[in-house]
């Protein structure tokens, strides 16, 4: 089905620091690529005028992937302005006289999720909402009932078809390209699965703190801020089967039996962790129980998974940044020719910095004592200049309606279902050093043979 392209964008937030760092050079560079052409109205309660967001906007551009000037003054020319109270029916009246005439505007909620309702019912009340999508930021929610909460607020307004939840970390080249790569390469499919695969880890390691966000951060935690989002779309599409077709739809459902192949986790299967000086940073409470790093196991009860373990770990101040995937082989048996344990092979996809897809071999030692020792097939790629960031990607897809890249309901919903009764448990909480792997008691969650701790190779 054709998809009708949306005739206007409206973003709520048009003044805060996600517009500044990553929608104002996105928007550029989509005038830029000819993929936005229609008015964009920015709505904010800053007492500004068009002049002073114009000005932020160059500002925004200048910090964060540099001024094209004739982008720039095409961007010029679509930008609009509304400032006013969400909770004013005139701010939506101004909006809709703004849009002028617009029949499929998308409005982009680019603010706290406390504010989602009232924007709902006041782009509902003024006609706003009429033939329009609905792009929304993440989180969706902060467990499973306020994931219902929030659907129920959307869907009051809009099919779910129109409702686009962001999670840009989908729209990463190297995300994408890990599920090509799967379904691309004859080879694959016969090891990717229980009878060859004996484990699979995800680490997503940042070697930074909270960065100021500390109020952010300690309301959230790191299993809701990366891996219940970020990590389970990754998963998912490490271990989805191939869609049956080409569109948003059948490749969602494939993502959705993923999860719904997963048990609630159990205490026992997660350790969560807290860097020292974490409770000096600002906003972070005296005494609080967030977590900085998290490690888990679940098990997909799938017919192509049963059996095999998956390990998860995520957390800030840690040795390196770096997001990768490692999928360890089951060991070829020992006979008369080759004895002994031989060397497991293991397959690695790097997610970041950069995009390397890897396959260890065994092959004999050059020592000529018939040993045999692993040897890495590497191939890399490095993010080209002209390369599609992520938060551009996801907003000309929401344009467009290509719902591949956004969760669905039924997902997010499935997602917290894994995590929910976990994150209520009240699991203890261990100190760790800054620049380590975390706390000792993570020990309990580690694959076989142990986790397999990114290496990054300096640039020249």
Request: net charge negative; with cysteine.
């Amino acid at each position: 089905m054709t998809q009708t392209h949306s005739d206007a964008l409206v973003f709520f937030g048009a003044t805060g620091d996600l517009a500044y760092k990553k929608i104002f050079p996105s928007l550029q560079s989509m005038v830029k690529r000819g993929t936005l052409t229609v008015p964009i109205i920015g709505v904010a309660k800053a007492g500004w005028n068009l002049d002073q967001l114009k000005a932020r906007a160059q500002d925004s551009l200048r910090e964060h992937g540099g001024l094209d000037p004739a982008a720039w003054e095409k961007l010029c020319s679509l930008l609009r302005y509304v400032d006013g109270d969400y909770a004013d029916p005139a701010t939506f009246t101004a909006v809709k006289t703004a849009l002028a005439g617009a029949q499929h505007p998308a409005h982009y909620l680019a603010i706290p999720p406390s504010l989602f309702e009232e924007v709902v019912d006041q782009l509902v009340h003024s006609g706003a909402a009429k033939g329009a999508r609905m792009i929304v930021e993440k989180p969706f929610g902060h467990d499973l009932a306020s994931a219902e909460e929030l659907d129920r607020i959307l869907l009051k307004a809009f099919p779910e078809s129109s409702i686009f939840r962001i999670d840009h970390y989908l729209a990463k080249g190297p995300v994408q390209n890990m599920m090509s790569f799967r379904f691309s390469n004859s080879f694959m499919e016969p090891l990717w699965n229980r009878n060859h695969i004996e484990s699979v880890q995800i680490t997503m390691a940042e070697d930074f703190g909270v960065q100021g966000r500390g109020s952010f951060y300690d309301q959230t935690g790191t299993v809701r801020d990366v891996i219940q989002n970020h990590l389970f779309q990754l998963m998912c599409n490490l271990t989805m089967e191939s869609p049956a077709r080409n569109d948003s739809e059948s490749i969602r459902d494939e993502k959705v039996k993923v999860l719904k192949a997963i048990s609630p986790i159990q205490p026992a299967d997660l350790v969560r962790g807290q860097f020292h000086g974490y409770l000096d940073e600002k906003g972070v409470a005296p005494d609080s129980k967030t977590e900085t790093y998290a490690a888990l196991r679940l098990n997909i009860q799938s017919w192509r998974w049963a059996g095999v373990p998956f390990y998860i770990r995520a957390g800030k101040n840690l040795p390196v940044t770096c997001t990768e995937v490692v999928a360890r082989l089951r060991r070829p048996p020992a006979t008369k020719y080759m004895e002994g344990e031989l060397p497991q092979n293991q397959i690695r996809f790097r997610i970041s910095p950069d995009m390397t897809i890897s396959m260890c071999v065994s092959v004999l030692s050059d020592d000529g004592s018939g040993g045999r020792e692993l040897e890495e097939l590497i191939a890399t790629r490095h993010p080209q200049p002209d390369n599609m960031e992520p938060y551009e990607r996801v907003l000309t897809d929401a344009m467009s309606g290509d719902e591949s890249l956004f969760a669905r309901q039924d997902y997010v919903e499935e997602a917290w279902r894994i995590v929910d009764p976990v994150l209520k448990a009240s699991t203890p909480i261990f100190p760790y050093a800054p620049q380590t792997w975390g706390p000792k008691e993570a020990e309990s969650i580690t694959p076989p043979g142990g986790w397999s701790d990114p290496v990054l190779t300096p640039t020249p």
